[in-house]
């Protein structure tokens, strides 16, 4: 069916209609913004050279007076600080020369007064006889406890307990709702009426654009220059007065300040330099009696210092010796109880080994703790527990370690499986940290670092539900879901997927089955 003069006839009225609306529309949306564009920048220029002219014609209006008030304020503040500065330089180094002469003569008296060397003697030796016999107890104590501590160990006994080996683990229409002026032309089939709304559309967004801009710009250009002018000499007059005001402001002040800074220096450092005698001789003679005063004080000071050191020395000396010795006593005896009443645990020889002994932390191998246990004390022990932590901790430690008390003066050898790696262990360093304690003290403790081997080859899941399937193919079954870090063990590959085992150490009710290989990597 030949649609053209649908589609021509549509052109035409859209065309039409979108002129006349777009002119509409675009001659008030340009009047809109030529008013508003138009305000904005009259007002903004019209302050901005108001007040750069006003400030130009302000700024030398009060220039004169201020260069005159600044000169006699500079001259007046000079003047005043400037002899209040002298005076009390001349006066600082009265005071300095006098108080430095007359400390140094008194201090020298002070340096020769006995009462003062004679109570510092007999406080120095009242506070030794008490600090220095209380200290030598404690040192004396010390050294006997120690002494008698070493003597009890190295008399230790060859004789041992049995050893013990412990287990675990968005228009119009017509009444049949087709639009009128495609009923007006005739246009009633299907694809008449679908080819004279795209001419419509075309014709209407063509002209309307076109009328639109047209009409925006003659709008915007008639507005602008009159709101613009309106705005700018509105404004330049106010902003005038203000940049008037500020100029005038500014150029007194400036005045001021060059004016005042020049005579208050000048007037200042003549006026400082001077020599006022009468300050000068006043600083010498507060000096001096200060000094006096003070430097005797300085020296007597010295004196008792030098009087309690020597009286501290000679009472130290008369009884320390004395109480270290009987602290000493002291000591060994408290050692010697404390030895026969409790139990005294020591761990000697702590290390951890494979279960074969050939040297090497292999996966799936159980590790083994060896450490013999000795009671210096003469009473027997309670349980030791012993804790083992893995730095790693890829493997799987037994839990609720412990041996029987040691009997006193005795010794017991233990050999414990610690727990066992993983089968997916990663091959690297590690370390082990035992403790033995008993009755919530340490008693024994040890860090050993250890490397680690497996022969098995292990892969590492890369994504959260990953499938183990039964069979190497997309249609075979799912045996269980593996999320991102699952460790399995890699035993065969097949087509695009690798054969896994699943670790002994891991969950799940599978056994075998096929990974997709992408889905692994290699540890």
Not at 243 to 261: P, R
Not at 399 to 427: E, H, Q
Not at 484 to 492: L, R, S
Request: aromatic share 12%; glycine share 12%.
């Amino acid at each position: 069916m030949d649609t053209t003069q649908a589609h021509n006839a549509g052109l035409r009225d859209g065309a039409q209609v979108g002129e006349r609306e777009g002119r509409q529309r675009g001659y008030t949306d340009g009047t809109e913004e030529g008013e508003r564009e138009g305000r904005r920048r009259g007002f903004a220029e019209g302050d901005r050279n108001g007040r750069e002219s006003g400030y130009r014609d302000g700024y030398g209006v009060d220039q004169s007076a201020g260069t005159q008030r600044g000169n006699i304020d500079g001259q007046n503040n000079g003047t005043n600080e400037g002899t209040t500065a002298g005076k009390k330089r001349c006066y600082d180094e009265g005071y300095t020369a006098g108080y430095n002469s007359a400390f140094a003569a008194a201090q020298q008296l002070g340096l020769q007064d006995a009462a003062s060397y004679n109570a510092g003697f007999a406080k120095g030796q009242a506070d030794a006889a008490a600090i220095e016999a209380e200290n030598g107890q404690k040192a004396g104590y010390q050294a006997g406890f120690s002494q008698r501590e070493t003597e009890l160990q190295n008399s230790f006994g060859t004789k041992a307990m049995t050893a013990g080996l412990l287990k675990g683990f968005p228009g119009a229409v017509s009444s049949a709702g087709l639009p009128i002026a495609m009923a007006r032309g005739g246009w009633a089939t299907p694809q008449e009426q679908q080819a004279y709304q795209q001419g419509y559309r075309e014709g209407y967004d063509h002209s309307y654009r076109r009328s639109y801009e047209e009409a925006k710009r003659r709008g915007f250009e008639e507005r602008f220059q009159m709101a613009y002018r309106r705005a700018y000499d509105a404004q330049f007059s106010v902003s005038y007065r203000n940049g008037f005001t500020e100029g005038k402001e500014k150029g007194y002040q400036d005045a001021y300040n060059a004016a005042y800074n020049s005579a208050y220096n000048s007037y200042y450092y003549e006026y400082k330099g001077r020599e006022y005698s009468d300050q000068r001789a006043l600083g010498v003679s507060n000096g001096a009696a200060t000094g006096k005063t003070e430097g005797f004080a300085a020296g007597c000071a010295e004196q008792t210092k030098r009087g309690y050191q020597e009286g501290y020395a000679k009472k130290a000396a008369e009884v320390y010796p004395a109480a270290f010795e009987a602290g000493k006593q002291t000591g060994m005896a408290s050692a010697e109880k404390y030895y026969r009443e409790n139990s005294v645990l020591k761990v000697l020889d702590i290390a951890f080994y494979d279960e074969n002994n050939d040297g090497k932390f292999e996966a799936n191998e159980n590790v083994m703790l060896k450490a013999e246990v000795r009671n210096f004390g003469f009473m027997g022990s309670e349980t030791v527990t012993i804790t083992v932590k893995s730095e790693r901790g890829e493997i799987q430690l037994v839990p609720d370690l412990k041996t029987a008390g040691v009997s006193g003066r005795g010794k017991t050898m233990v050999t414990l499986n610690i727990g066992r790696l993983y089968d997916v262990v990663a091959p690297d360093a590690d370390a082990l940290n035992v403790k033995f304690t008993e009755k919530g003290t340490v008693v024994g403790e040890r860090r050993q670092l250890y490397t680690r081997t497996n022969p098995n080859k292990v892969g590492t899941v890369e994504k959260d539900d990953t499938p183990v399937r039964k069979n190497s193919n997309v249609f075979s079954s799912t045996l269980a879901k593996l999320n991102k870090g699952d460790k399995v063990i890699i035993i065969g590959e097949k087509d695009y997927y690798t054969k896994v085992r699943k670790s002994a150490f891991a969950g799940g009710e599978w056994t075998e089955g096929y990974v997709y290989t992408d889905k692994l990597t290699l540890q």
